[in-house]
């Protein structure tokens, strides 16, 4: 079956670091673009990062701009989220989706194919 898996979650002070991975079995991650969301709880979910298939086009969220940084390694079949300096604000379900796209990656959630069951980063003192 089609699967990805999301790990690398857990409880970190403000100003710490993480990173996810996001993992694919039965598909290569080649042929798709990946979005990172999240969704902390009373709030709707919202795109965090994304990285082309290629690797050559990310997005970012204006408020962790600077902060995460998505990169990808398809021969791992794995895409990764680098998050720096996080803040309690940051604390979220994170999901990782793939979606085909020819060019660049999006943010919205519905134009998502697969996504993982997610991953719980919470930052707190």
């Known amino acids: 079956q089609l699967q990805l898996v999301e790990s690398g979650g857990g409880l970190v002070q403000p100003g710490g670091s993480l990173r996810l991975s996001c993992a694919a079995s039965?598909?290569?991650?080649?042929?798709?673009?990946i979005g990172w969301f999240r969704q902390a709880p009373g709030k709707e979910r919202e795109g965090v990062s994304c990285?082309?298939?290629?690797?050559?086009?990310?997005n970012y969220l204006d408020s962790v701009k600077g902060r995460f940084t998505v990169s990808r390694d398809n021969a791992k079949n794995t895409v990764y989220l680098q998050m720096n300096s996080l803040k309690p604000e940051d604390t979220a379900v994170y999901y990782c989706a793939a979606h085909r796209r020819v060019l660049g990656c999006s943010l919205y959630y519905y134009d998502m194919d697969y996504w993982g069951k997610g991953t719980l980063v919470t930052v707190s003192s």
């Open positions: 039965g598909f290569t991650l080649d042929y798709y673009a």
């Open positions: 990285i082309s298939s290629s690797g050559g086009r990310t």
